[in-house]
């Protein structure tokens, strides 16, 4: 028997066997990325006000990329953040070789305050989506799929609870017990 005709047949009938499952698991993708709420594009926007926002907001990124002789792409992308449309969000992302490691590059959000910005969000890696969900007037914010993040007291906390060692909540109590004993500021 011919080789080609064996081995299509072959094919087709790993491809039917194998259809319901790829069908479902498209349904099941689809309706993951509709509960991930609202994508933050990023986009390339050279000479736009919101570039230079961005620009002043990472000189420091900036300029340490320079210093590797590397130029910068800088993505960037704006959102509303509460229901009543008064706080705007700057989405910034600045991709290098240099800025950019195994978890690919990190995107900073900033919050509109008065004539400035304000950093709400620090160094988040993964594709990011506003919620419909809200604390404090402000949009949740979902990072990477699973971390979210929630207004609080002024700025955006993580909901994810880290997995608790044997030991390591008493150690850290007795470091900052130390460090308010020698006078120093202890982040709450």
Not at 10 to 18: D, E, K, Y
Request: aromatic share 4%; glycine share 10%; net charge positive.
């Amino acid at each position: 028997m011919n080789r080609s005709f064996i081995l299509g047949h072959v094919l087709a009938g790993a491809l039917l066997i194998a259809a319901p499952s790829l069908a479902h698991a498209a349904k099941r993708t689809h309706s993951t990325a509709q509960k991930g709420g609202d994508p933050v594009i990023l986009t390339h926007q050279p000479g736009s006000g919101l570039d230079a926002e961005a620009r002043k907001l990472n000189t420091d990124d900036l300029a340490a990329a320079a210093r590797h002789h590397e130029t910068p792409l800088i993505l960037i992308g704006s959102a509303l953040l509460s229901p009543d449309g008064k706080n705007i969000a700057l989405f910034v992302q600045v991709q290098s070789a240099s800025l950019c490691g195994s978890a690919g590059c990190s995107t900073d959000v900033y919050l509109k305050r008065g004539n400035s910005w304000s950093k709400i969000l620090d160094s988040v890696s993964g594709p990011i989506s506003l919620l419909s969900t809200t604390h404090g007037g402000m949009r949740d914010i979902l990072v990477d799929s699973s971390d979210r993040w929630i207004w609080k007291n002024g700025t955006y906390v993580d909901t994810l609870t880290a997995t608790d060692l044997p030991g390591f909540k008493t150690s850290i109590k007795r470091h900052q017990a130390e460090m308010r004993k020698k006078g120093q500021a202890v982040p709450q």
